[in-house]
């Protein structure tokens, strides 16, 4: 749930409160529902959500437990905290989501393929929890998404997509190509990829259904049309398949791509964890989507180059 707000109203709601050490269920009670609310702690005292009607209600209807407890909680909406910038406060909550969705990447990681599904929709309802508190959009969620997408697919479906003919390129030119938004390393790779070998004059787009922009091409987003992930391919390696991409330098640059993207240390290679690591940086310095991928380009680029 992306935060957006009236500049008119105060950016940030703190919640301070006082319980007796005796209740300790209750406080142990207290804390568990403000971390299901997505809110930061603070160094010195109380904790913080974004101001929003939802979460002013979640925050008054605590503090009203608490006071039934015999304890004493305020709600307070604050302009800015003097040592704690918005811009600040704003890495403190993706860094907490980030820890979130790292947490079932390592779960997802784990599951051995074919083992029951219940696993999967508990993991489902977790990440719609996350997707809930992530005011200010962690650019790991479309990774995991993608990544639990991938684990909820039926296999007969993999297989059937490595069956596509092989796309003609004088199809593909002078297009526009959309994606979703905040892209990450499998996108603004896939991007270059289209650009060097594919389409020299792609225009790119964000979105989250190509069907609303007239003849855009959608890759890595969550619809059946289009390019994405394939099996146990990520979108490039699905568009180096679909148009017959054979140089060499671009085949080790869809191992690492696919080893980033996917963390399953297919090809054991590591390069593209630290590529990876360089794009979610930009992303959390509130950089739009096309610099990102400008950016990600440039990056991919610089690598391609950089081999022999």
């Given at each position: 749930?992306?935060?957006s707000?009236?500049?008119n109203?105060?950016?940030?709601?703190l919640?301070v409160?006082?319980?007796?050490?005796?209740?300790?269920?209750?406080?142990?009670?207290?804390?568990r529902l403000?971390k299901?609310?997505g809110s930061?702690a603070l160094?010195?005292?109380?904790y913080v959500l974004?101001?929003?009607?939802?979460?002013?209600?979640?925050?008054e209807?605590?503090a009203?437990?608490i006071r039934?407890?015999r304890?004493e909680?305020?709600?307070?909406?604050?302009e800015?905290?003097?040592?704690?910038?918005s811009?600040a406060?704003?890495?403190l909550f993706l860094?907490?989501?980030?820890?979130d969705?790292?947490a079932?990447?390592l779960?997802?990681?784990?599951?051995?393929?074919?083992?029951?599904s219940?696993?999967?929709r508990?993991?489902?309802h977790r990440?719609?929890?996350?997707?809930?508190?992530?005011?200010?959009?962690?650019?790991?969620?479309?990774?995991?998404?993608?990544?639990?997408?991938?684990a909820e697919?039926?296999?007969?479906?993999?297989?059937?997509g490595?069956?596509?003919?092989s796309r003609?390129?004088?199809e593909f030119?002078?297009?526009?190509?959309m994606t979703?938004?905040r892209?990450g390393?499998?996108?603004?790779?896939?991007a270059w990829l289209?650009?060097?070998f594919?389409?020299?004059?792609a225009?790119?787009?964000?979105?989250?259904n190509?069907?609303r922009v007239s003849?855009?091409?959608?890759?890595?987003?969550f619809?059946a049309?289009?390019f994405?992930?394939r099996?146990?391919?990520?979108t490039?390696e699905?568009?180096?398949?679909?148009?017959?991409v054979?140089d060499?330098k671009?085949k080790v640059?869809?191992?690492?791509i696919?080893?980033?993207?996917?963390?399953d240390e297919?090809f054991g290679?590591?390069e593209?964890m630290?590529?990876?690591?360089?794009?979610?940086?930009?992303a959390q310095?509130?950089?739009?989507?096309?610099?990102l991928?400008?950016?990600?380009?440039?990056?991919i680029?610089?690598l391609?180059?950089?081999?022999?």
């Open positions: 749930m992306a935060i707000r009236d500049e109203k105060p950016a940030w709601l919640f409160f006082s319980l007796s050490a005796k209740k300790a269920s209750h406080r142990v009670e207290i804390w403000l299901r609310y930061v160094p010195s005292s109380g974004p101001s929003t009607p939802q979460n002013l209600e979640r925050f209807w605590l009203a437990s039934k407890y304890g909680a305020s709600v307070i909406h604050v800015s905290i003097d040592n704690l910038p811009k406060l704003a890495e860094e907490a989501r980030t820890k969705y790292e079932i990447v779960e997802l990681k784990r599951r051995k393929p074919g083992s029951s219940s696993p999967l508990r993991i489902r990440l719609e929890e996350i997707v809930a508190i992530d005011f200010f959009n962690s650019p790991l969620r479309s990774r995991v998404e993608q990544l639990l997408a991938n697919a039926p296999r007969d479906a993999d297989a059937a490595g069956k596509r003919m003609q390129k004088k030119q002078k297009r526009i190509w979703r938004p892209p390393i499998d996108r603004v790779s896939s289209i650009l060097r594919i389409d020299s004059q225009r790119f787009t964000f979105g989250t190509s069907a003849g855009a091409v959608a890759f890595d987003m619809q049309d289009g994405g992930h099996g146990d391919d990520c490039f699905t568009l180096c398949k679909e148009f017959q054979s060499p671009v640059i869809s191992q690492i696919h080893d980033a993207d996917l963390g297919k290679r590591s593209g630290a590529l990876d690591r360089v794009l979610i940086g930009w310095q509130d950089l739009s989507d096309e610099e991928l400008h950016r990600g380009i440039e990056l680029e610089g391609y180059r950089s081999m022999r």
